[in-house]
């Protein structure tokens, strides 16, 4: 079992930025493929972001290539999505996942494990 734990959410103005973490505990995290989904409400969970296990690739959705960045700390087991250049349509509540299989990184029914979410909003 993994506990996954989101922070560093909040409201913020359009064009600011947001660090997220997500604190892992539990399982080795270091086993575990990375990713961050989103959701708001009446939509599905879209993928945004997510990161290998020793870090040396990373994916994003398209429309936050450039603006956002995954990263982990496994010494820490921690993973972060910085966000830069915020949106209003980037608001939404954003949600912290790990999986053992190394594909279908963009599908969140593949993930083993999800944080319970945090809130970011951004006003225009």
């Known amino acids: 079992q993994v506990q996954l734990v989101e922070s560093g959410g909040g409201l913020v103005q359009a064009g600011d930025s947001l660090r997220l973490s997500c604190a892992a505990s539990?399982?080795?995290?270091?086993?575990?493929?990375m990713g961050w989904f989103r959701q708001a409400p009446g939509k599905e969970r879209e993928f945004v972001a997510t990161i290998t296990i020793n870090g040396g690739y990373t994916y994003y959705l398209d429309s936050v290539k450039g603006r956002f960045t995954i990263s982990r700390d496994n010494a820490k087991n921690t993973v972060y999505l910085q966000m830069n250049s915020l949106t209003s349509g980037d608001t939404s509540g954003y949600y912290c996942?790990?999986?053992?299989?190394?594909?279908?990184?963009?599908?969140?029914?593949?993930?083993?494990?999800w944080g319970q979410g945090i809130q970011v909003t951004v006003s225009s």
């Open positions: 996942a790990a999986k053992a299989r190394p594909d279908y990184y963009s599908f969140a029914s593949v993930y083993d494990y």
């Open positions: 539990g399982r080795t995290f270091n086993n575990y493929y």
